[in-house]
């Protein structure tokens, strides 16, 4: 009797368990995906949903850059580019300044965010988690502009080799900065720096901050982007003469420009050739270290090296160090804005 019981409540269950759970049950492939998800195709990124209900066309577009430098900054260049998304679409483009990667994806990854520029390892971690289909990056008639790696000294200091800064304060920028941290732990050990046993990495919260505090000694060396440092010096934000570099990498893809997954079909399409028949503004140019286009990506080939670096590094993106870094990010944050307080309520010095 309780045998048949139990039978007829599994039959039962099943009968009314949710469209999304049985679309889910027969996904052939998932991959690294999370379980909303399902790649089909094998093409490593979020399949569009099989139900036309499921599609979404939205009346306005929101788009959003990466956050790794001041995001107010990133409003007034992208202006010419967000005036074009609208007129090449039809639709309203509402410009979201995003204050950290996690609030990017989960912007993404809940629906409120349709389009953006991730930067090189959050990118992985917006297809996995958020459901990111990447299909862009910034480049020239020659294609995709890349960055390196490079470890950057002060240039008074007397180091001249990665194995110099053992026991040295060294700044990586966060958990999921493909060059900022990842990368650093692959390839710096066969360089005689080991992450973690040779030196402690300290996190500075962006490779701007990572690049500020070495020019100020707050940091013996800082593991950052060379794109962001090319930025810095155009900007006068630092004088490249402040700096030494001790090591250079191989080249990685910068960025990564992705839509939603779940956008309907046509509406995706145009979206990608909005992107690609739009001319950068010189101040684009400028600021963009020499780009002057967007160009086609394909994420399982050009982030295969990222995806390897992370695997060899221990923190694949995967959902257990999403969650990590999420919480991470969080702590930062209100200690960020603990100062902020303290420092608002601080006496004024007398004059």
Same mark, same amino acid.
């Given at each position: 009797?309780? @045998? ?5 409540l ?14 889910? %049950? !027969?996904?052939? $492939? ?5 379980? +909303?998800?399902?790649?089909? #195709?094998? %093409? ?25 430098? #001041? ?34 994806i ?8 349709h389009?953006?520029?991730?930067s ?24 995709p @502009?890349? =960055? ?5 000294? $002060? ?8 194995? #110099? ?12 900065? +493909? ?13 005689g720096?080991?992450?973690d046993? %040779?030196?402690?990495?300290?996190? /500075?919260?962006?490779? %701007? ?5 070495? /020019?100020?000694? #707050? ?16 900007r006068? *934000? ?6 030494? *570099?001790?090591?250079? /990498?191989?080249?990685?893809? *910068?960025?990564? =420009? ?9 509406? !995706? ?7 690609? $028949? =739009?001319?950068?503004s ?25 995806r ?9 993106f995967?959902?257990? $160090? ?28 007398k004059?």
């Open positions: 009797m309780h @045998r048949t019981s139990l039978a007829a599994t039959v039962l269950a099943a009968a009314f368990a949710s469209p999304q759970a049985l679309a889910q %049950d !027969s996904c052939p $492939n998932r991959g690294q995906l999370d379980a +909303n998800y399902c790649d089909a #195709d094998g %093409d490593l990124v979020a399949d569009v949903p099989t139900d036309p209900a499921r599609q979404r066309d939205p009346s306005s577009l929101v788009f959003a850059y990466t956050p790794v430098e #001041d995001p107010a900054i990133y409003a007034d260049i992208l202006k010419p580019f967000v005036e074009h998304l609208s007129a090449c679409t039809g639709k309203r483009v509402v410009y979201y300044s995003v204050q950290s990667n996690t609030a990017q989960e912007a993404m990854r809940s629906g409120r965010l389009v953006a520029g991730f090189t390892g959050p990118t992985a971690f917006a297809v996995n988690i958020a459901g990111a289909v990447p299909f862009a990056s910034g480049g020239s008639a020659a294609g @502009r890349g =960055y390196r790696l490079v470890a950057i000294v $002060n240039a008074a200091s007397p180091f001249r080799a990665l194995a #110099d800064l053992k026991g040295r304060k060294v700044a990586h920028t966060s958990q999921s900065s +493909n060059s900022g941290n990842l990368a650093p732990r692959v390839l710096f050990p066969p360089q720096l080991v992450p046993q %040779d030196y402690k990495p300290l996190m /500075s919260g962006g490779h %701007d901050k990572s690049i500020l505090g070495v /020019s100020r000694g #707050d940091y013996e060396m800082g593991a950052v982007a060379d794109d962001v440092l090319e930025r810095m010096v155009n006068g *934000t630092v004088k490249r003469e402040e700096f030494r *570099t001790i090591y250079t /990498s191989d080249v990685f893809p *910068t960025n990564g =420009y992705v839509h939603a997954h779940d956008l309907k079909p046509a509406l !995706s399409a145009r979206i990608r050739e909005c992107f690609f $028949n =739009y001319a950068f010189e101040k684009e140019k400028r600021e963009f270290n020499g780009e002057d286009r967007y160009v086609p990506v394909n994420y399982k080939d050009q982030w295969a090296v990222v390897e670096v992370a695997e060899k590094s221990g923190v694949p995967n959902r257990r $160090n999403y969650e990590a870094e999420s919480k991470r990010e969080e702590e930062a944050q209100a200690r960020r804005q603990q100062q902020q307080q303290q420092q608002q309520q601080a006496p004024a010095a004059p």
